[in-house]
């Protein structure tokens, strides 16, 4: 009885049952106490979050923010992932901002690590010349006395005690700063070879998490990744996230969910022109994510979500397209778990999700974009 039921409401009363629960709190009460949510009533949803689409997105009531943010206005979300939390919230920010200026040092060498010691400034992996890379893995072996320069110099500029500390983050730093230069060599050899080898998602996977290292944050990447669940309207969900932002030490672990594809956004589009035949239209800029990678990216995160380092409320992510990377913040209403397990919604929209512009590794510009997010991130989770 009740398949035949959902069969009758799922095919022509589906619009005037919308307006009546829009246009009815009452209605909009009774659809809360028992009744499962419209959006969602006999949607076929995939048990893999690897094969969602961007029709989801709506039917899970995740509105996509609209407006082209930089990576650190997007960082700056943390805050509402904590609205219901507010002793908590309130020290955490006040520990952000005492910790301002001792940060004010560190993000001027990292900014001069970006600019001269990756001397790189390249928008596609192809273009970047294997000779260049070689190179620049060669200087970062040992301390090159022209390329830390400056470095030291801001170092002896300062107290002993951020000296002191400083130091020991120069010398990691430069193991990182080689470790990311090692990848690339690698994954440019491979694809300057007289017969061009096919790059894999887990190259670019690997090369973003060494960058994401040079800032201190941890990551574990697949295959080093567990599978997990969630229920949506009763139905059992899995996912495995390409890597993830995590403190180990920590019960509730998560700062960030990491889904990666080989393949940057303009070879997406100019694909979907080759199958569909027609010309494809001038690209918004909000829109340099894939539409299929967000939905799929949304079903990681959903599936950790109860891990995060902020409870249920909020969760960070990365969208790496190759090498541009796109920063981005999902926050939820308190009861969002429940409400995808139960399909039960209230009327208003209760998740939304931020974007950054995309930002090219392989660019100066684009690293020097990212490098306050990214110290700033692995702050946050020293606090958190």
Request: net charge positive; proline share 4%; glycine share 4%.
């Amino acid at each position: 009885m009740a398949n035949k039921e959902a069969g009758v409401t799922s095919s022509t009363n589906v619009g005037s049952l919308k307006r009546k629960f829009s246009n009815s709190e009452e209605e909009c009460n009774n659809k809360r106490e028992g009744e499962p949510s419209l959006s969602i009533l006999n949607l076929d949803i995939p048990s893999i979050s690897k094969d969602w689409d961007d029709q989801l997105l709506l039917n899970l009531h995740v509105e996509v923010v609209p407006g082209v943010f930089t990576p650190y206005v997007v960082f700056s979300s943390y805050p509402d992932f904590l609205e219901n939390q507010k002793n908590k919230r309130s020290e955490l920010i006040a520990m952000m901002n005492d910790a301002l200026s001792e940060r004010k040092i560190l993000l001027d060498c990292y900014n001069h690590a970006m600019e001269n010691i990756i001397n790189l400034d390249y928008e596609h992996i192809d273009h970047v010349p294997v000779y260049r890379v070689k190179e620049l893995y060669e200087n970062t072996k040992t301390l090159n006395k022209l390329a830390w320069r400056d470095w030291k110099k801001q170092l002896t500029e300062s107290d002993f005690k951020t000296i002191r500390g400083l130091k020991e983050k120069c010398r990691r730093l430069q193991q990182k700063v080689n470790d990311f230069l090692w990848q690339l060599l690698y994954i440019v050899d491979r694809r300057q070879l007289p017969e061009p080898e096919e790059l894999s998602e887990g190259m670019f996977q690997e090369l973003f998490m060494r960058f994401a290292r040079i800032f201190e944050l941890g990551l574990v990447g697949a295959p080093n990744v567990g599978c997990y669940t969630f229920k949506v309207n009763g139905k059992e969900i899995s996912s495995v996230p390409d890597a993830l932002v995590i403190n180990p030490c920590k019960k509730n672990s998560l700062l960030a969910v990491v889904k990666v594809t080989k393949t940057y956004k303009k070879e997406i589009d100019l694909e979907a022109q080759k199958k569909m035949r027609k010309v494809i239209k001038v690209q918004n800029p909000t829109e340099h994510v894939d539409t299929n990678l967000k939905c799929q990216h949304i079903g990681d995160i959903l599936s950790v979500l109860r891990c995060s380092l902020f409870g249920p409320t909020g969760m960070f992510g990365f969208v790496v397209q190759a090498t541009e990377v796109t920063v981005v913040a999902f926050a939820t209403d308190k009861n969002y778990i429940q409400y995808i397990k139960t399909g039960l919604f209230p009327e208003q929209d209760c998740a939304t999700v931020k974007y950054s512009e995309k930002c090219n590794i392989l660019s100066k510009k684009g690293r020097h974009k990212l490098v306050k997010t990214f110290l700033d991130m692995a702050t946050l989770m020293k606090y958190m």
